[in-house]
């Protein structure tokens, strides 16, 4: 079958065509991934720069492995300085000054005495235990906290907002 075109429709076509890719071209364009960066926030915590970076003080008792989630944070712009002991958290606490402190609940009520004599005192970020985010303690004692096995994005939302409440 054959198409046949005159030459009297020939201008109509060649128009039509040309309206058709002027306005596939006036349209905007969608790229893969655009719902996911707006106006260039990209991705929530995927390449995340912390809006305001933290010296952050970790006391790990190295029940867990947490190296991917310390780098990490530092990845994100956060210096952190991990300890192992509550020796090696007051001599940390003394020789240095922190904007966050990432302790187990458990700890964090002696971390943030120790933390008093500190000018300026840090924030304390507890870790809670899952089964205990209920708990009056938690919720009376500390407006923030983290579950144990949070996320690095939990993490860093935790550190930002802390510092966020504790700016003039």
């Given amino acids: 079958?054959?198409?046949?075109?005159?030459?009297?429709?020939?201008?109509?076509?060649?128009?039509a065509?040309?309206?058709?890719?002027?306005?596939l071209a006036c349209q905007p364009a969608r790229a893969c991934g655009e719902g996911q960066f707006n106006m260039g926030q990209?991705?929530?915590?995927?390449?995340?720069?912390?809006p305001h970076p933290a010296t952050v003080l970790v006391y790990d008792d190295g029940?867990?492995?947490r190296r991917a989630l310390y780098a990490g944070l530092q990845k994100a712009g956060?210096?952190?300085?991990?300890?192992?002991?509550?020796?090696a958290m007051s001599q940390a606490?003394?020789?240095?000054?922190?904007?966050?402190?990432i302790a187990d609940f458990?700890?964090?009520?002696?971390?943030?005495?120790?933390a008093s004599g500190t000018s300026p005192k840090p924030g304390v970020l507890p870790v809670v235990a899952r089964s205990r985010r209920n708990a009056p303690e938690v919720s009376s004692r500390f407006k923030l906290f983290l579950l144990?096995?949070?996320?690095?994005?939990?993490?860093?939302?935790?550190?930002?907002?802390?510092?966020?409440?504790r700016a003039p």
């Fill in 1 to 15: 079958m054959s198409v046949h075109v005159s030459h009297r429709n020939f201008p109509a076509i060649a128009t």
């Fill in 93 to 101: 606490l003394q020789a240095g000054r922190y904007d966050v402190v």
């Fill in 63 to 65: 029940a867990g492995d």
């Fill in 106 to 114: 458990d700890d964090a009520a002696a971390l943030q005495s120790r």
């Fill in 42 to 50: 990209g991705l929530r915590y995927q390449g995340y720069l912390a």
């Fill in 148 to 165: 144990d096995g949070a996320s690095l994005g939990q993490y860093l939302k935790g550190i930002n907002q802390l510092l966020s409440m």
């Fill in 17 to 23: 065509a040309i309206a058709f890719a002027i306005a």
């Fill in 78 to 87: 956060h210096k952190v300085t991990v300890v192992g002991s509550a020796d």
